[in-house]
């Protein structure tokens, strides 16, 4: 089992566009086409399954945007992405996207072929939900990468000569020969192979090219991983001669899984909290991008807060405030980390850092609030999913907001097991929650429905610092959630094809939005 990471599944990437599942991960699955072409593309043909969720969002929601900076070797927070296309022409690459039927078994699936003078190559690949990815297939030849290490391709028309070479000479997590359109030799390592090595296997007269694909996670993952536990159950079992507290348990499950130290771990989480303070700051002064729904909605909020104009709540209205600020800066292409997912983002960190700041509490203890959030998104990731075109909005923003529940109750003093019991009630009441985003956009109802999350996870918090009773463990709400996220129909999981989605006015919004026509006359 592939175990998640706080900072590559749960709380992360760090990156500009509205949505994860479609503008990070299409980001990453550049990249790796970026590398096996040694950054050489002369022209790209896409293809996207009609039944698919990118055959009716991939435009709109980002997809070709984050596909196209991967495909120039950027990175997924690059300033540039929003014109990417035009850069992309600019170097003379010529694109193709067709929608036809590629036989593919998830929704988020992409087929790519690149091609130079010299060469063509393949690969097909999956979006998995929060950015991240699953390569499935290079040069016909099925794999399973997920970007998580230093991959090397060795092409090859004596596979058994150049294996035997390599076993002797080199050291690896895993040796597998592929027998695709062209057999090669696929080496997983913490790091690629010497450069003395590679220049004398290309010399060799069996080998025919090597491709060095490098890692588009920012935590790898090494031969024989290892986790101190996968489930709330375990960890809970984990910890009974142990007595740690739940951010502590956090920091012990990264720092093993990743093999880094805990100050590290610590150090990677300040830095997300940082990106986090600096959105809210900036989306409260206000944003500004044409191609987007919704104007800046938290600018007044803050003013009429302050004023005392507002139905008084002053910890619910400030999270409710943080919550928009971090959604209009995603929805104006600014900075921001998908936490867990980029459509999700505000939900989580907007509850965590609103209750922090509310409280008066240190920059630590956010960062330790943070870490328990992500904790719980490591149960979820490894037993649901975060894509709400697999499970709806209630694997985006309910997750979050289970993710956030258990945060403040430890902001607000509470035990272990109230953490445990406010996520476990936070998830239950977002199960069946649908994904119908307003034309075709990630901003509406999407906004809303992070305010409803954010503000669940405080009463849920709240609940569970009464003792209130979940009733239902944790790790069966978060199975429950993936079983019932595969019976929503798929045109209620970020299809653009049914809920309000397909509205007259939403129709009309989006009609608006093609044309350049609705940010103006709002």
């Keep these: 089992m592939n175990f998640p990471s706080i900072f590559n599944d749960v709380v992360g990437p760090v990156m500009r566009g509205p949505s994860s599942s479609h503008c990070a991960a299409s980001l990453r699955i550049g990249r790796i086409g970026h590398d096996l072409m040694k950054g050489s593309i002369s022209s790209i043909e896409i293809d996207f399954d009609p039944e698919g969720s990118l055959a009716t969002t991939h435009k709109e929601q980002g997809s070709d945007m984050g596909l196209f900076g991967g495909f120039l070797g950027w990175e997924a927070f690059d300033e540039r992405l929003v014109r990417a296309e035009q850069h992309l022409g600019a170097a003379g690459i010529q694109v193709k996207i067709n929608i036809r039927d590629i036989q593919a078994d998830h929704p988020n ?20 939900g929060g950015g991240m990815i699953e390569v499935i297939e290079i040069d016909q030849a099925p794999v399973s990468f997920a970007g998580d290490c230093f991959l090397t391709l060795v092409y090859t028309t004596h596979p058994e000569q150049v294996m035997d070479y390599l076993q002797h000479e080199l050291s690896y997590d895993s040796l597998e020969l592929r027998s695709g359109n062209q057999p090669y030799i696929e080496i997983k390592a913490q790091q690629f192979p010497d450069a003395a090595l590679i220049q004398e296997l290309e010399q060799m007269e069996a080998v025919s090219g090597i491709k ?9 993952t090494a031969k024989n991983q290892k986790v101190p536990f996968i489930t709330c159950d375990e960890m809970l079992a984990y910890n009974e001669d142990k007595g740690l507290s739940l951010w502590e348990l956090a920091v012990r499950y990264e720092s093993i899984r990743g093999n880094i130290s805990e100050a590290e771990v610590l150090a990677k989480m300040d830095t997300i909290r940082k990106i986090l303070k600096d959105a809210i700051s900036t989306g409260i002064k206000g944003t500004n991008y044409e191609d987007r729904i919704l104007g800046p909605q938290s600018v007044k909020f803050k003013s009429l807060m302050e004023s005392k104009k507002l139905v008084d709540g002053d910890v619910l209205n400030r999270i ?13 292409m600014g900075v921001i980390v998908a936490a867990p997912t980029a459509g999700s983002c505000g939900a989580m960190p907007g509850a965590v850092l609103g209750v922090s700041d509310a409280l008066g509490l240190s920059e630590e203890e956010t960062v330790k609030a943070l870490l328990i959030a992500g904790l719980i998104g490591v149960f979820i990731a490894a037993h649901s999913t975060f ?3 697999v499970g709806g909005c209630q694997a985006e923003c309910g997750s979050g907001s289970s993710m956030g529940a258990a945060a403040l109750v430890y902001l607000a003093g509470g035990t272990l097991t109230q953490s445990i019991s406010a ?7 977002s199960l069946g929650m649908i994904c119908d985003p307003i034309g075709n956009r990630v901003e509406a109802p999407c906004l809303n429905k992070n305010v409803m999350a954010a503000s669940n996870a405080l009463s849920c918090a709240n609940m569970a610092l009464a003792d209130y009773d979940h009733l239902i463990p944790l790790d069966e709400v978060i199975e429950t959630m993936y079983e019932v996220g595969k019976s929503i129909p798929n045109t209620l999981r970020c299809t653009n094809l049914g809920g309000l989605s397909i509205t007259k006015t939403a129709k009309e919004i989006e009609r608006k939005l093609g044309k350049g026509q609705f940010y103006k006359s709002c």
């Design 109 to 128: 699936t992409y087929k790519i072929t690149l091609t130079n003078p010299w060469e063509t190559h393949q690969l097909t690949a999956i979006s998995t």
């Design 212 to 220: 060095q694909i490098r890692p588009v996670l920012p935590v790898l």
């Design 320 to 332: 409710i405030m943080y919550v928009s600020a971090i959604m209009e800066v995603k929805s104006s």
């Design 387 to 389: 894509a709400a075109e």
């Design 423 to 429: 996520a476990s009630m936070a998830l239950q009441s």
